[in-house]
């Protein structure tokens, strides 16, 4: 949500943000106390820096790896979800469409549509152990799940390093405050140390021991109408709506022939996204070509990946790419059409103008907003494409890796 009451929305990662940039002692503040998250394999708070970058505990073998699935409270099970079935990603849908994250003020929740699941939970080498759910033994209804999908990144001076990414962690509402997510967490990591995997990347909105970097959300209104009437934008007091209407209106027309990506587009960009992350970040993901067809080739309302190929050579030399995670506005019955910037490469033309298309397009197609993080080169464009800053932070996190913390604009990996 746009950041339109300062004051009320500073959240307390912003407030200690803000302290330490007044270069005030915030260490009192930070030490939360986590009775599942201080028994975990992250670097603790200042401790952590004095550590060598690397693992915090060493990988285990084999036969140290617990063999067994850690205990479900009585009346639930484990359960997989088989994500290419239609029936159990409707399930897993309905699960997070009703129970996922929200804003402060739970005025929206994120719909992730089935389409963009099933995108979500599938790239090469995805396995169905590691979609896992909970259901209620009696009724059989999936209650809670996470997602653990394979990836090699490289971390600060760590070239390449296995790893899984985390996401979709939920828990059903009526299911809250019982340590099910703890326990949901403990045996995704048991299935992925099983694998052979000791390493993990996610984010969230919370503050938990330690983030290796904190980004934050911008908004760029498409449909400023529609924004403020859900709620989602205010109408500044020195703003009528038809002025704000103005302020935002893009043309129709993009300034550069971008077309969208298509499978002979494939090795290009492969090769245009892997130079620029290698190049650019301390955090990023080593994409195959095969990872870069599935994160990238164009799906309807899940992905769109716009390209420009050099006429000579039939190289990618610019790309721009957003994917699509509408939200359901609650109380209303309506939906909030987002576009969310994915991964952005300007070698043509100035960065502006590439992005500045990409809203164009998704102007086009019936996005009301625009958002992107202030990673990797965006925040050079946020202030000039008349992005507003958001009110929540992102946390990123690398589990059992001990690395110095890093700069927004370090970090090359957008997750979902
Ligand atoms: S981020 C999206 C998270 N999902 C939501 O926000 C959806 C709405 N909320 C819910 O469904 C529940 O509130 C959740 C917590 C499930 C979040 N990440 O069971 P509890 C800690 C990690 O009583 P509940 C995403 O998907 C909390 O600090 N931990 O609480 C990435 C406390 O621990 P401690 C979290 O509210 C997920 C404990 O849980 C989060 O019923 C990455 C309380 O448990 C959170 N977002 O359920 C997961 N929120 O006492 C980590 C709360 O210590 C992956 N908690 O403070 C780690 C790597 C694993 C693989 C490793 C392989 C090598």
Known sequence: MEDNDEDKNKTASTIIEMLKEAGVSTHSLEEKEHKFWDTQPMAHGEKGTELPEGPVVPDKKPEEI????????????????????????????????????????????????QEFLEWALTPPGYSNDLLLGVRASKTKKLVAFISAIPANIKVQSTDQLK???????????????????PVLIKEITRRVNQT?????????????????????????????????????????PRMTMARMVKLYKLPDQTRSNLVPMTKDHVDGVHH?????????????????????AHW???????????????????????MVSYYHLPSAILGLDDTLHAAYSYYNIATSMPLEDLMRDALILANRTGSDVFNALNLMENESILEELKFGKGDGNLQYYVYNWNAPSMKPADVGIVLL
């Open 66 to 113: 617990r063999q067994e699935p850690y205990n479900m409270p009585a009346g639930f099970e484990w359960s997989t979800v088989n994500i290419t079935n239609q029936e159990e990603k409707m399930e897993l849908y309905t699960l997070l469409a009703n129970n996922y994250v929200e804003d402060d003020d739970s005025l929206f929740r994120f719909d992730y549509s």
């Open 163 to 181: 790893v899984v990414e985390i996401n979709f962690l939920c828990v059903h509402k009526k299911l809250r405050a019982k340590r099910l997510a």
């Open 196 to 236: 052979g995997v000791f390493q993990a990347v996610y984010t969230a909105g919370v503050v938990l021991p330690v983030p290796v970097a904190s980004a934050r959300y911008y908004h760029r209104s498409l449909n400023p109408k529609k924004l403020v009437k859900v709620g989602f934008s205010r109408l500044n």
């Open 272 to 292: 245009l996204l892997t130079t620029y992350l290698e190049k650019n970040f301390k955090l990023h993901v080593n994409f195959t070509a095969e990872d870069v």
């Open 296 to 318: 990238l080739l164009p799906r309807d309302k899940v992905i769109n990946t716009y390209v420009l190929a050099d006429n000579n050579d039939g190289a990618v030399t610019d």
